[in-house]
């Protein structure tokens, strides 16, 4: 499993970066669900280890994530705000 890399921009905040490679075939392969169970593997699956550090943001960086955003929001928890384009 990738691990995501941390970034200081500013000495107050952290900036990790997590790829997600099989997001862009789950959506193009309609798994879009929340309640899909192979979606929700794979979203703990690349999101875990970022949910473990306590990011109160979440910025979906691809035009295909926002399809996966309920699903993405049920992981990641109320105290995380998403981000998409």
């Known amino acids: 499993m990738p691990t995501e890399k941390q970034r200081t921009v500013k000495s107050e905040y952290k900036v ?7 997001f862009v075939p ?14 929700r593997l794979v979203i703990r699956r690349y999101l875990s280890e970022l949910k473990e ?4 943001t979440l910025i979906l960086g691809c035009t295909h994530y926002p399809l996966l955003r309920d699903a993405i929001a049920d992981f990641m928890g109320d105290g995380v705000t998403l981000v998409d384009s």
């Open 16 to 22: 990790y970066e997590q790829a997600c490679p099989l």
């Open 53 to 56: 550090t306590g990011v109160d």
């Open 26 to 39: 789950l959506v193009e392969n309609g798994f879009i669900c929340r309640d899909d169970q192979i979606v």
